[in-house]
């Protein structure tokens, strides 16, 4: 049981290029998250999904978008990254029935140039 | 003002040390309230939940008071292990699983 893993755990980007960051839960939970996380500001949610096939904006959504095709997946894609990108970045997922503990990823450390 | 704000500290305690850390959230009708510990470079992790009665884990006791609109972990003999950074963690609008992190308290306790 790997709980939840994220891929890849580090990149670097230019300004300008893309990528998808993967993440991926063996718990058969519902909901699904992506979270930021920077120096001195909490953890900040990206986007979020409950349920396969359905995602939602969280606080800080522009510049990102995601996608849930399957239930034990779910992608945050940076379509043309930014300095402002650079981040730490962290998966979580939790079950429909327990709405307050959410499983973390390791996170992905991401820097942009 | 921020919806969860937290002293960033660092504590820094002897070993066996009780130490105590605060937390202040900005709406009255936040629903639910929790401990997450994260350790350098680590994901974070549920440390505890918080209840009205307040609960007790082991060394760690949490505390809520709703009427100051605050939240309290207390670590007693602290350990090596327990240098870390302490998020306190808010379900800040009724009718919602969306979490509010706080930005962590560091502990670091040494020998």
């Known amino acids: 049981n790997a709980g939840v893993t994220q891929t890849p755990k580090f990149r670097v980007l230019k300004t300008g290029q893309s990528m998808t960051l993967l993440c991926a839960q063996d718990?058969?939970?519902?909901?699904m998250y992506w979270y930021r996380q920077d120096p001195g500001m909490g953890l900040r949610l990206i986007h979020y999904?409950?349920?396969?096939?359905?995602?939602a904006k969280g606080e800080v959504p522009d510049g990102y978008n995601v996608s849930r095709l399957k239930k034990q997946n779910f992608l945050l894609g940076l379509e043309s990254a930014a300095p402002s990108q650079t981040s730490v970045y962290f998966c979580?997922?939790?079950?429909?029935?327990?709405?307050?503990?959410?499983?973390f990823g390791p996170g992905t450390r991401l820097t942009v140039t | 003002r921020k919806e969860v704000e937290q002293d960033p500290g660092p504590f820094n305690v002897p070993e066996g040390a009780t130490v105590a850390f605060n937390c202040t959230y900005s709406?009255?009708?936040?629903?639910?309230f929790f401990w997450y510990r994260q350790d350098c470079r680590k994901e974070p992790k549920l440390l505890m939940s918080?209840?009205?009665s307040g609960n007790e884990d082991g060394r760690f006791t949490a505390q809520l008071n709703r009427a100051s609109q605050y939240i309290s972990l207390l670590i007693r003999d602290s350990k090596l292990s327990d240098s870390a950074t302490y998020l306190c963690?808010?379900?800040?609008?009724?009718?919602?699983?969306?979490?509010?992190f706080g930005t962590g308290t560091r502990l670091q306790v040494f020998p």
């Open positions: 979580a997922s939790r079950k429909a029935t327990d709405p307050y503990e959410q499983y």
């Open positions: 718990m058969n939970h519902e909901y």
């Open positions: 999904s409950v349920g396969e096939g359905t995602t």
């Open positions: 709406n009255s009708a936040s629903q639910s």
């Open positions: 918080v209840y009205s």
């Open positions: 963690v808010v379900n800040m609008r009724p009718n919602t699983d969306k979490l509010i």
